[in-house]
Nanobody, 124 residues
Framework: QLQLVESGGGLVQPGGSLRLSCAAS????????IGWFRQAPGKEREGVSC??????RTNYADSVKGRFTISRDNGKVYLQMNSLKPEDTAVYYCATGPFTYRIWCHLSNEYTNWGQGTQVTVSS
């Protein structure tokens, strides 16, 4: 079974940047639609961004548009996060989307193969 691993989290000051990575040991993620999600303490999990498998079209939550960028390279998926705010603090997860998301992805509850998450803390 595909096992995703997130990395790149950490502590950053407001206005700073981080780049998260999503990878699968022994597998390329090029054939999968990938979504990034986050969950802050006491809050429900929310979709952040996704990228489709075939068309590489992307989708973003309104709260991160213009600040976050999702991309693919060398079989991995990245989430570049700029202009970070304290409200971006959360555990960030990546997961694979259904085959139907190969052209257009959606930030839905249809994702599987969740990673263990990486903590992002934005604080001064």
């Amino acid at each position: 079974q595909l096992q995703l691993v997130e990395s790149g989290g950490g502590l950053v000051q407001p206005g700073g940047s981080l780049r998260l990575s999503c990878a699968a040991s022994g597998f390329s993620l090029d054939d999968y639609s990938i979504g990034w999600f986050r969950q802050a303490p006491g809050k429900e999990r929310e979709g952040v961004s996704c990228i489709s498998s075939s068309s590489r079209r992307t989708n973003y939550a309104d709260s991160v548009k213009g600040r976050f960028t999702i991309s693919r390279d060398n079989g991995k998926v990245y989430l570049q996060m700029n202009s970070l705010k304290p409200e971006d603090t959360a555990v960030y997860y990546c997961a694979t989307g259904p085959f139907t998301y190969r052209i257009w992805c959606h930030l839905s509850n249809e994702y599987t193969n969740w990673g263990q998450g990486t903590q992002v803390t934005v604080s001064s």
